[in-house]
């Protein structure tokens, strides 16, 4: 019954005729009054999961959301739909906070998105008191724990709802929490009575790729090339390294444009329009770009540099295909990110005693495995999430083409050698050039250049050596020393591979270096 009239809600209102897997199951158990933990990927559809019931009860169904840009966004979706809603926060004025208000008051609205901070003030709690509240969704719900990816102060306010409203179903909603994260959540939002939920998070139609760093933007450029007119996002680190980029793809013909937090607010909502009209096909962006951003055909997602962990990876790469259709997203690797995030970890000090930095930089372990593995990247990733696969995806860059290995004993002796009379004191780019033979300033003024071992592999790139020391990091023949400037020192495995007859196998390298125009290996 109650099933057959949210079906006519789904169909009068939105115009849909079928609900997505669990939107049914999770409608129902609101309409029971239970609560709920909803787990579901971007792009889901967990937006109709507390729509189509608000409009169901008696009352005003009042929705938790970290920005402003979403709930504007929401509301304005929902107008389009005929459905009355409204949102509330600190930016506006008295009077217009009133106004809505009195709205809420007189039952001439539905849907009421709130911020945290709005919400958990006292006299604003009294005042839904007073009024016919029907339930709670609280949106992007991690942001309340701090073992998760996006921890807001704000949210950690939101336990005392339960305190206020302890009969009136609360729904949260989030599309990355991992198992320490979903039982934070439920316990500060004090969800008792709850049903959980967890939709796959598997985006079959998302092509995973990995790639190293090397040549960045030709190779970039060469991915554009070959799909002219598509639409995507590439993410970059940081606000210069945008505007870089979208300078570069300007002159190489492309209509780019960049985004992030230093434009103000016209220059923001000039690119979000241009781009969810198809005016500009690529946004080179920092994280700042994307959250609440609803463009169905974005065709690809490329990480110009590592994110510091697989949810906010997660994250952006959903941003690609929701529209189900086949979709591409590029991470490039280099080592270089990792140190970065490590040195920011390093030195950021907060207050919150959850906030540690050994999460973190156990999470940014978990990221640096996905991007160095050579096993099947949607199973690294599904497994991150709590979803156990059994097969191979057979549509990641892993599975596409499996590099194949090569007897390198000789080349990790080399390294090992040169390491070793290098006192263990350098970093990796020493080390390659001490290895090729390349006479840098650095090495004349240590006098590098007479150690045994100078020049003894110049026949390998410097690309290629990269590439084979990180994998012999990961094998331990080497060792990174995070807490000595990161230098380079001699791994657990090193004395096996220089003493005793232990064989190295390494995977060869994606592209073949020595070539020129860097062709992929085929
Ligand atoms: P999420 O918040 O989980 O990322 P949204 O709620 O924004 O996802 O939904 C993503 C898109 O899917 C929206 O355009 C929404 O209108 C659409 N959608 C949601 N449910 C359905 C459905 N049952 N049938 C068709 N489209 C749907
Ligand atoms: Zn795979």
Known sequence: MLVQESEKILKDYFGYSRFRPLQKEIISAILEGKDVFALMPTGGGKSLCYQVPALMFNGLCVVVSPLIALMKNQVAALAQYNIPAAY?????????????ENKCFNKEIKLLYVSPEKLTSETFLNFLKIIQVSMFAIDEAHCIS???HDF??????????????????????????????????INQLQLTDYELFTASFDRPNIRMNVTTGFHRIER???FLNSR????????????????????????AG?????????????????????????????????????????KNNVRFVIHYNMPRNLESYYQEIGRAGRDQEISDVILFYSFKDVIHWRTLIAESKTNHELDNNQLKMAKLARMQQYAEASICRRRILLNYFGEAVHEDCGNCDVCRKPRSRFDATLLAKKALSACIRLKEAVQMPTLIDVL?????????????????????????????WKDYLQQMINLGIFDIAYDDNFVLKRGALSAKVLY?????????????FSRKGDQPRS
């Open 88 to 100: 509330l926060n600190s930016t506006q004025s008295n009077e217009a906070q009133e106004l809505i």
């Open 146 to 148: 701090a073992w998760g």
């Open 152 to 185: 807001r102060p704000e949210y950690s306010k939101l336990s005392k709802i339960k305190e206020f409203f302890p009969t009136k179903p609360m729904v949260a909603l989030t599309a990355t929490a991992d198992t320490i994260t979903r039982q934070d959540i």
């Open 220 to 222: 970039i450029i060469r």
């Open 228 to 251: 002219p007119n598509q639409t995507g996002l590439i993410y970059c680190l940081t606000r210069q390294e945008t505007e870089e980029m979208s300078k570069k793809l300007q002159e």
């Open 254 to 294: 492309f209509a780019a444009r960049c985004y992030h937090a230093g434009l103000n607010s016209k220059e923001r909502s000039q690119v979000q329009h241009g781009f969810l009209n198809d005016e500009v096909h690529i946004v080179c962006a920092t994280v700042a770009f994307g959250m609440g951003i609803h």
């Open 436 to 464: 090729r033979g390349n006479k840098t300033a650095l090495i004349a003024e240590q006098g590098y250049d007479e150690i045994k071992t100078f020049g003894s592999a110049a026949n390998v790139s410097y690309p290629e």
């Open 500 to 512: 005793e007859d232990y064989i190295v196998e390494l995977a060869l390298p994606e592209f073949d």
